[in-house]
């Protein structure tokens, strides 16, 4: 009698299942998780140096600090210490809140001896490149009617390069109306520390003669520390020089500490 076959006593061949993964893409799939575990952690821990603001105001640990608005920076608002500034010999220094953002504050410096030729000095800040908002700067001051500007130069300062113009006022006209700006093809920086508005409204509100230097020093974050000397008066023999006024900058631009790193 034949022998019954394997199928017919009711055995089959059951083939097995293939796992959906193999060991090599679970592998591969535990890689991945740990890196974007690890990823997240960095992202959630990370401190780009922005300080806290707490009540509407900038959490600072020192009433000298120069701080920018580095608003084109991830999150939006986020404010950064560029650097410290400290006192000019013959100039009392009172900080006032910026008009650009009432969080911040700009250093102004006034001179105790009434006489001086150099009457004032401010120091603040901007989010750009020193020599981009220089050039900035001058180009819009130089579209302004009865003002005189000079080239953008550098110079070493006390260890920093300065970026910086020299510019006159005459009084201006009844009509205190600003021209356009000459070169309208100027690169206008992300965040001018001045912006044109402004700038062409503290030339035609001047009543009197003006000569004054702007500077800019490199800053973290992108930013600039930005710094203005100036004299004046009744007629141009009331004006600071040229040379008086880059003399001025020399004291001055030592009294700027800069912050190190952090770009």
Request: aromatic share 8%; glycine share 8%.
């Amino acid at each position: 009698m034949a022998k019954k076959s394997a199928r017919s006593k009711g055995f089959r061949k059951q083939n097995a299942k293939k796992p959906y993964l193999s060991k090599r893409d679970i592998v591969l799939l535990c890689l991945l998780a740990a890196a974007v575990a690890v990823a997240a952690f960095f992202l959630f821990r990370y401190d780009d140096g922005a300080l806290k603001v707490k009540d509407d105001a900038i959490v600072a640990d020192g009433d000298n600090w120069l701080i920018v608005n580095g608003s084109n920076t991830r999150g939006g608002f986020r404010y950064f210490k560029l650097g410290e500034i400290g006192e000019l010999e013959g100039f009392t220094r009172e900080a006032k809140v910026s008009t650009g953002d009432a969080r911040l504050n700009e250093y102004v410096f006034t001179a105790q001896d009434e006489g001086a030729t150099i009457q004032t000095a401010v120091v603040s800040t901007g989010h750009a490149a020193a020599e981009a908002m220089s050039r900035y700067a001058a180009t819009t001051l130089a579209g302004v009617e009865n003002a005189e500007v000079g080239d953008v130069q550098s110079k070493e300062i006390a260890g920093q390069t300065v970026y910086y113009f020299l510019y006159g006022e005459r009084p201006a006209e009844a009509s205190g109306e600003a021209a356009e700006p000459a070169d309208e093809a100027a690169e206008e920086p992300t965040e001018a520390a001045e912006p044109a508005e402004e700038a062409a409204d503290e030339a035609t509100q001047s009543a009197a003669y003006r000569r004054a230097v702007r500077a800019y020093i490199d800053a973290p974050h992108d930013s600039c520390i930005v710094l203005r000397m100036e004299g004046g008066g009744d007629s141009a023999d009331a004006c600071p020089t040229d040379e008086q006024l880059l003399e001025g900058l020399e004291k001055l631009v030592p009294t700027v500490t800069v912050e190190k790193g952090g770009k």
